[in-house]
């Protein structure tokens, strides 16, 4: 069973940044073993908004946060990092953490199958 351990998220104003961080206890050996978030909003079905391949340099974002957040990695830590910034508050929602088995679709890359997620972190950007 692999444990996801999340931090960071809280409350920021419109405009402001915060910094998400999830470890894991163990990685995948799958070489499309990828780590990342997705988030809920109350009321709003769950959005992958970043993930990237453990391991490698390929990553995933939604369109609603190109350019706006960085997903990295520090492989040895089995860490994942996720900044956010020029927060609005349509980005307010649940943050989960979650490992899943990644796969391409032509050159870009999705998650094809979740398997672990952590326990969520609030997001909250006031306007």
């Known amino acids: 069973q692999v444990q996801l351990k999340e931090s960071g998220g809280g409350p920021v104003q419109a405009g402001g940044s915060l910094k998400l961080s999830c470890s894991a206890s163990?990685?995948?050996?799958?070489?499309?073993?990828?780590m990342g978030w997705s988030r809920q909003a109350p009321g709003k079905e769950r959005e992958e908004v970043a993930f990237?391949?453990?391991?490698?340099?390929?990553?995933y974002y939604a369109d609603s946060v190109k350019r706006r957040f960085t997903i990295s990695e520090d492989n040895a830590k089995k860490t994942v990092y996720l900044q956010m910034n020029s927060l609005t508050p349509e980005d307010t929602a649940v943050y989960y953490c979650?490992?899943?088995?990644?796969?391409?679709?032509?050159?870009?890359?999705?998650?094809?199958?979740?398997?672990?997620w952590g326990q969520g972190s609030q997001v909250t950007v006031s306007s």
């Open positions: 979650a490992t899943a088995r990644c796969r391409w679709r032509g050159f870009d890359l999705e998650v094809d199958e979740y398997e672990y």
């Open positions: 163990e990685y995948g050996s799958d070489l499309m073993h990828c």
């Open positions: 990237i391949l453990t391991g490698g340099i390929s990553k």
